[in-house]
């Protein structure tokens, strides 16, 4: 319990140093939100622009706006605090999509993004489990060589290769599923599969090693002499020692599911929140960038922690001090 | 969402559906589908007719101009629009605290250039006013021949006042929205959809055939393509939006049509670096490059090389024939071979007179493009490759490639920090001057370095003169001085746009040169 709430503080120094990183970084970059293919009808209403925005402002005030630590003259001719900032929980207007707020947009495009991933972890477990398991029990049959093939392809074909393939083949060839676009069941299969099918390889090679391993110690000799039946032998006795790999794997899996879905939302047009990631830092939406960044950088560390404290409940012998 | 009576793939994701502040192409789809102003855009023409103005009076020095207001003109939210509505619109896109990026085309009317540039303040001084409740008189600056059509511009739109003063910014994000044009807004979805519905209130609301309109946003030319094949969309509307490496087998089907736009890709040269500011070296450079290869080769749509930067049939005006002009205009190989070997000698002619016979002591210099841009197939990197070939081969010098991200691109550019850079330009309005004001010595879209007083000089004349044919010549002159004789800039070809729609089942899109097509005019054929 000491240890976790000490990682939990350690987090907040952590968040603010990667945040800050963000901020300052994504202004360096050549260009900015307003650079367009075309100028501003005029110099006045370029920096118009800019001020309705705060870029005109030094860096350094910038930054104790975006915080909400910046203090002004009002019209009143009274000092008060500069409205909203991180600190009030507010992360401003998104500078590309200048109607919609940051938050705004994420409140719309996580939870997408949180269930295409869950939905790809799911598929990966359940890919991933049973080829990993039948193969170690059949090891060296035919049956042995294709699934492990199978995992192995799986884990090196890149997403934004995948996703096309499967698209040709079940959306457009065969007619099975919708080939893109987010809200009804059918159409969350193919970009489940084309996120979670790498990791279920990577799950299928971790659950042939750990039941490989567990099939060779002494234990299962002992049960199978006990005369234990085949099944009871894989399942009861073998089964939990090999899956404990693949439930270390699976925090950090879940952390680049959640977060690594910018490719398979792109291909299959998902509104996630992905795929503002990427466009974000391209079209120097600043506040967009670093709003990202802050979520991004929270759920990391989180999960992290989570795994680990996880970890320290499955497995007895794992101790924090 | 039950799915829309019509769907259009409409590209990007939207940034903004405020007709004053809005710069992109896609999100002016939408918006003017929410938004009218005087004139609207004609479906056929892409020019402007008659809108929330039934009728308008021309002075006869062409510089007044009254519009008759309809008298059933409403807001979706039934409000009546009104003379007084256009006045308070017109003169808040004026006003710098708007920051409209687009209000340069008030520069037409009388005070507009003076309170967007912030010499004036006062707003009242801008050149429309309210003669009653159903007339609007605008003053001009000069004879405008095309200022019908710039009426039709979203920025030109007439906006919900009340709204406005209420939410500031934000007031697009009103619910309801009172929208001026022949659709509301249901919902708008950050990078999803924008879904419209038909204004029972629009004047022309007997006209307007589809009920429910979505506008499903895509930067990804292979999943349109998908999206459109499985019939989820019903129009693939956004010319970026084809994957260029398809375009031999999509050209051959009866659902992909191309059209002629007013754009043009060219390229700059820096005139302020050496040895760029010698006009023999850039009119060596010029004639080197066989456009031929690049439309025939890379492009493939048929696109038309070029020597001018104005598209042909640009509001009824011809380009003149700009250097080079010979290899663009042969209709066939052998024409072409004899065009190019006679460019080719003038070329290495010009290039030993300022002083580097067959490339000896030329410097290296870069040629900077967007990395990823022209529909994420490489297009413009494919042409600076067939460019350094060319240099090379025929000239002798050498140019290094320098892709750089979109930002960086643009960041260079207005810096002058580039020695030749890739360029393009859409226009805004069928009229030579959206192409040629671009090169004038204050504008801020020349970004060459390239000042001429002349040019500059008979820009202006043509401003002030009401005669058509004699405004069209001086144009033609200025364009003689800056594509035949100067060469700033290179250009390379006219763009052909391509959408997909099956003309079996959707009617109503027609090609015009403005690549204007209203989602009202828009219908499916049961």
Redesign the interface.
Same mark, same amino acid.
Do not use: C
């Given at each position: 319990m000491r240890y976790f709430l000490r990682r939990l503080a350690f987090l907040v120094p952590l968040v603010w140093v990667i945040v800050t990183l963000a901020f300052f970084l994504v202004r360096v970059a050549p260009g900015g939100p307003f650079d367009r293919e075309r100028k501003p009808a005029s110099p006045a209403v370029e920096r118009a622009l800019a001020e309705k925005y705060h870029l005109d402002e030094s860096m350094g005030s910038q930054y104790l706006r975006f915080l909400g630590l910046k203090w002004e003259t009002g019209p009143d001719g009274h000092w008060h605090r500069a409205p909203g900032g991180l600190l009030v929980g507010d992360l401003g207007l998104s500078l590309k999509y200048r109607n919609h707020t940051v938050t705004d947009i994420i409140r719309q495009g996580l939870p997408v993004s949180l269930t295409l991933g869950i939905l790809a972890f799911g598929f990966a477990m359940g890919f991933g489990i049973p080829i990993g398991f039948y193969t170690a029990v059949r090891r060296g049959s035919w049956g042995d060589w294709i699934g492990s093939l199978l995992a192995l392809v799986v884990i090196c074909v890149p997403g934004f290769v995948l996703g096309p393939v499967l698209i040709l083949v079940f959306g457009l060839q065969l007619g099975w599923f919708p080939v893109g676009l987010w809200g009804a069941p059918l159409q969350a299969v193919l970009p489940m599969a084309a996120l979670g099918l790498f990791f279920g390889g990577r799950v299928a090679r971790l659950m042939r090693e750990g039941m490989t391993q567990s099939l060779q110690s002494e234990y299962i000799r002992t049960a199978r002499a006990k005369g234990a039946s085949e099944l009871r032998v894989l399942l009861r006795h073998a089964f939990p020692t090999a899956v404990m790999p693949v439930v270390s794997y699976s925090g950090p899996m879940l952390a680049d599911l959640l977060t690594g879905s910018f490719v398979v939302e792109n291909i299959f047009q998902i509104p996630g929140i992905g795929v503002f990631m990427v466009n974000s830092s391209l079209s120097r939406d600043y506040t967009m960038v670093v709003g990202l960044v802050l979520l991004y950088a929270i759920l990391l560390l989180v999960l992290n922690l989570l795994v680990d404290l996880a970890y320290g409940l499955l497995d007895p012998r794992v101790r924090y001090e | 969402?039950p799915r829309a009576d019509l769907v259009v793939l409409n590209g990007p &994701?939207? &940034?903004?559906? /405020?007709p004053h502040?809005l710069?992109g192409q896609a999100d002016g789809r939408v918006s003017g589908a929410l938004f009218e102003g005087l004139t609207r855009f004609d479906p056929v023409s892409g020019r402007g007719v008659p809108g929330l103005a039934e009728r308008w009076d021309v002075s006869p020095n062409g510089r007044r101009y009254t519009f008759h207001l309809r008298t059933n003109a409403a807001f979706s939210t039934g409000e009546p629009i009104r003379a007084e509505d256009f006045v308070w619109s017109w003169r808040h896109a004026v006003d710098?605290?708007?920051?409209? /990026?687009?209000? $340069?085309?008030?520069?037409y009317v009388k005070g507009g250039k003076e309170l967007?540039? $912030?010499t004036s303040t006062n707003l009242a001084s801008l050149g429309i006013r309210a003669l009653n409740p159903l007339m609007v008189e605008v003053e001009l600056v000069n004879p405008t021949p095309f200022f019908v059509d710039l009426c039709a511009m979203r920025i030109m739109a007439v906006m919900p006042r009340w709204t406005v003063e209420r939410f500031g910014?934000?007031w697009?994000?009103a619910e309801p929205l009172p929208c001026s044009g022949a659709f509301e807004l249901v919902a708008?979805?950050?990078?999803?959809r924008v879904r419209v519905r038909k204004s029972p209130r629009y004047w022309d609301a007997a006209n307007v055939r589809p009920q429910v309109v979505d506008f499903?946003s895509?930067?990804?030319p292979?999943?349109a393509l998908?999206?459109y094949?499985?019939g &989820?969309v019903d129009v693939l509307i956004e010319k970026g939006l084809i994957p260029i490496e398809l375009n031999d087998v999509l050209l051959k089907r009866p659902d992909f049509h191309t059209f002629s736009y007013l754009g043009t890709y060219f390229m700059r040269f820096n005139v302020t670096r050496k040895p760029f500011d010698d006009v023999r070296v850039r009119r060596a450079m010029s004639l080197v490059l066989d456009k031929w290869r690049i439309v025939d080769r890379i492009t493939k749509l048929g696109e038309r090389p070029t020597s001018a930067v104005t598209p042909p049939g640009t509001g009824g005006y011809s380009p003149p024939p700009g250097l080079g002009h010979n290899l663009c205009v042969a209709t066939n190989a052998a024409e072409r071979a004899v065009a190019f070997t006679a460019n080719l000698a003038e070329a290495k002619r010009l290039l030993a007179e300022a002083g580097y016979p067959e490339g000896r002591g030329f410097p290296t210099f870069t040629y900077m493009f967007n990395a990823g841009g022209g529909g994420g197939s490489r297009t413009h990197e494919k042409i600076a490759v067939e460019f350094q070939a060319m240099l090379q081969e025929h000239l002798g010098i050498q140019m290094e490639l320098r892709p750089v =991200?979109?930002?960086?691109y643009?960041? =260079?550019m207005?810096r002058l920090n580039y020695d030749v850079i890739r360029g393009?330009w859409v226009g805004d309005y069928q009229d030579p001057t959206t192409f040629l004001d671009c090169f004038l010595g204050d504008? $801020?879209?020349n970004r060459t370095g390239w000042k001429n007083a002349r040019y500059d000089a008979l820009r202006e004349r043509a401003a002030g003169t009401s005669d058509p044919a004699a405004r069209v010549a001086l144009l033609q002159e200025a364009e003689t001085l800056l594509c035949r004789d100067e060469v700033p800039i290179l250009p390379v070809f006219t763009y052909t746009g391509l959408y997909a729609y099956d003309p079996n089942r959707v009617g109503g899109i027609h090609p015009n040169l403005t690549d204007e097509h209203p989602v009202s005019a828009m219908f499916l054929k049961r």
């Open positions: - | 969402m &994701e939207i &940034e903004t559906l /405020d502040v710069t710098p605290s708007t920051a409209a /990026d687009y209000s $340069g085309f008030f520069f967007v540039t $912030g910014d934000q697009v994000r708008w979805l950050p990078n999803n499903l895509s930067d990804s292979s999943t998908n999206l094949l499985t &989820e =991200e979109w930002k960086t643009l960041s =260079e207005s393009s504008s $801020g879209n």
